[in-house]
């Protein structure tokens, strides 16, 4: 359907609901819609499915009560809405109103049913339970990884840094540097002296012959003679 501008268009529907779902459960009223112009060419790449904002709106209203109302989005692709929960009754009475401003837009409206809303809303919590578990138990693996990453990543940028070359000069540390050791002391000062008669002295020989004497008085006179 198609209102004019400034415009609105509607229509309604009338369903048994007494062989299907028992009078008062909470159901749901849903429908696939098309909003834009059907298109014979089926759109391959995902660019031509962006949703652009329309100056249009749809209500769903079921016997009086508006039950689902939101501004429509061209996608050129099939989408279903779904109301809020009500009672259900013998005969419902289901009206679809379409509103437009300046620009309206063609709306295809298909497949109108009746979801049971209690088997839904328990399928739906459980689904998110399940969900919810590994979702939240990748994440946490993930922080962990990224911390391990991050602490590794700083150690070695501290090793590597260029600035703080103080640990590569000094020297390694032996076992005996444990050892407690006396502060040095000056050496006493000590004079060294030569010891005497070290250098060897020249010895004269002994003479072999007789040492002269003096003659006697009776010798003498016989050389005077």
């Known amino acids: 359907m198609r209102p004019p501008a400034k415009g609105s268009a509607s229509f309604s529907l009338t369903a048994v609901l007494l062989d299907i779902v028992p009078s008062g459960n909470l159901v749901r009223f849903l429908a696939t819609i098309r909003v834009g112009k059907v298109s ?4 391959r790449s995902l660019l031509w499915r962006r949703e652009t904002t329309t100056t249009c709106s749809l209500q769903i209203l079921v016997n009086g009560t508006i039950l689902y109302d939101e501004r429509l989005f061209t996608t050129d692709i099939n989408k279903y809405v779904i109301s809020n929960s009500f ?3 013998e005969y419902p009475e289901f009206q679809v109103i379409q509103e ?3 620009e309206p837009i063609d709306l295809t409206f298909a497949g109108p049913a009746i979801e049971n809303s209690e088997s839904n809303t328990q399928d739906t919590k459980s689904s998110k339970a399940w969900i919810a578990g590994p979702v ?3 994440l946490v693996g993930l922080v962990l990884l990224l911390s391990a990453i991050y602490l590794c990543r700083r150690k070695r940028a501290k090793r590597a840094s260029p600035g703080d070359t103080s640990g590569l000069h000094e020297k390694p540390q ?4 444990c050892i407690p050791r006396s502060p040095p002391q000056e050496a006493e000062r000590r004079v060294i002296y030569e010891m005497e008669g070290s250098t060897p002295q020249p010895a004269e020989m002994a003479v072999n012959e007789v040492p002269a004497s003096e003659l006697p008085p009776e010798n003498q006179s016989q050389w005077n003679k």
């Open 40 to 43: 014979s060419q089926p759109r």
């Open 87 to 89: 009672e259900a009754a």
């Open 100 to 102: 437009c401003g300046s």
């Open 136 to 138: 939240v138990g990748g």
């Open 174 to 177: 032996l076992h005996s540097d």
